[in-house]
């Protein structure tokens, strides 16, 4: 078998760029694997996979025999992949269920047919609808989420990719025929952790309770419930702190709730942080937290970190997340319950911190089940030699 990947590629802020990289190490050392430049990307000096895949040019097609890899995301980083998916024998990496802000973006862009036409062939009139009334301004923000629109990317792929099995029952409900297999969302290996030292690097004392959010800060992330709780938490005389990893749009947000909250100086915002401190940091924490609102139907990267630390994540009770044990992932109401359900477990740990460190074990036991890169790259190469007939004899066919 022999690979053309499309992606993402760091220093690209997107979740699947990492993804790219943690994947592509364990792919490329397999099997043959060309990866595609996204265009103006520059390689970073320090390119990880240097010897390990080979990188071609943006406009590079697939040669016969070579399955093309395409990873789309609900994001304008996978605008220029979308023309890709127009060939025969492409198989398709699913990161988000949810694309409709792919397709607006692309309308933006002049790719495709327009918005209208796309919706239309989604969700009939209704979607024609929605497309006509946004163009006068008329926009809820959960339509998109009502409206996904995965039908017009996904027109004729032979085969999708997903990170869960919800994910898979959707694909196959509405793609029937297609081959859809899944793989663990996959997240490097931190390896063994010096807790202790890890929370000394991040100012962290060792009475504190932390609470930990990583990745770009945003409305949809929940923030507000977030600090809800931590100053229930802090009113019951739970020591505890929220540190934020990363940066975005809602940090001056953030900051000023914080300070109506009466928290200030329980939140810490330590930005971006370099890689290999970046995979050790959610050690340091002793609760994460993924609560986005509404979700994409995508597998958390920031919770599968978590969980490769050792750190029990609190999640939102998305069904994409509901497949992790309890124990790793204690689930948080969806809507303003997330709040008291957060405080809640906050107050639990700090009640009786031996018994909450048992949840520790669960969390990485629930990495190693199914997250691994290696065990990843595996499963899909596994997926992929059984499509029927081979997605890459479809590609030769194609071009002659």
């Not at 050392?29 to 000096?45: D, G, N, T």
């Not at 320090?46 to 390990?52: E, H, K, R, V």
């Not at 859809?180 to 504190?208: F, K, N, Q, S």
Request: net charge neutral.
């Amino acid at each position: 078998m022999r690979i053309l990947w499309g992606s993402p590629l760091p220093p690209i802020r997107s979740g699947v760029s990492d993804y790219a990289v943690e994947l592509l190490a364990e792919l490329g050392r397999r099997v043959p694997v060309r990866v595609l430049k996204p265009p103006q990307w520059s390689c970073p000096e320090a390119w990880p996979l240097d010897g390990i895949v080979e990188l071609v040019g943006t406009e590079t097609e697939a040669e016969p025999g070579e399955l093309p890899l395409i990873h789309i995301g609900n994001n304008p980083h996978h605008l220029w992949l979308l023309r890709r998916l127009e060939a025969a024998g492409v198989a398709v990496v699913l990161h988000d269920l949810i694309l409709h802000h792919l397709l607006v973006e692309a309308a933006g862009a002049g790719i495709g047919g327009g918005l209208e036409e796309a919706l239309r062939r989604a969700h009939g009139e209704r979607g024609a609808a929605l497309a006509r009334a946004r163009g006068v301004g008329i926009a809820g923000r959960r339509d998109p989420f009502l409206f996904p629109a995965r039908t017009p990317v996904l027109r004729s792929p032979a085969a999708v990719v997903v990170h869960s099995a919800w994910a898979q029952r959707v694909v196959e409900d509405e793609l029937p025929g297609v081959p859809c297999g899944r793989i663990g969302l996959p997240a490097t290996d931190p390896g063994p952790i010096d807790r202790v030292a890890t929370r000394e690097r991040l100012g962290i004392r060792a009475d504190e309770l932390v609470l930990m959010h990583l990745g770009f800060l945003t409305p949809e992330k929940g923030l507000h419930r977030i600090l809800a709780a931590l100053a229930a938490a802090v009113a019951l005389d739970v020591p505890a702190r929220l540190v934020l990893v990363g940066e975005g749009r809602g940090l001056g947000e953030v900051t000023g709730a914080a300070a109506a909250a009466g928290v200030a100086d329980r939140v810490r915002a330590v930005g971006w942080l370099d890689r290999a401190t970046f995979l050790t940091a959610p050690a340091a924490a002793d609760l994460g937290v993924v609560l986005r609102t509404p979700s994409a139907g995508e597998t958390s990267a920031a919770a599968v970190r978590f969980l490769a630390c050792g750190t029990p994540v609190a999640v939102g009770g998305g069904p994409q997340f509901l497949e992790w044990p309890e124990r790793a992932a204690p689930r948080l109401t969806p809507g303003p319950a997330a709040a008291a359900d957060l405080a809640r477990l906050l107050a639990t740990a700090a009640a009786d911190r031996p018994a909450w460190e048992t949840r520790r074990l669960a969390a990485r036991a629930a990495y190693e089940a199914q997250h691994r890169p290696r065990r990843s790259a595996e499963d899909l190469l596994a997926f992929l030699s059984r499509l029927p007939p081979a997605a890459a004899e479809l590609t030769a066919a194609a071009r002659g």
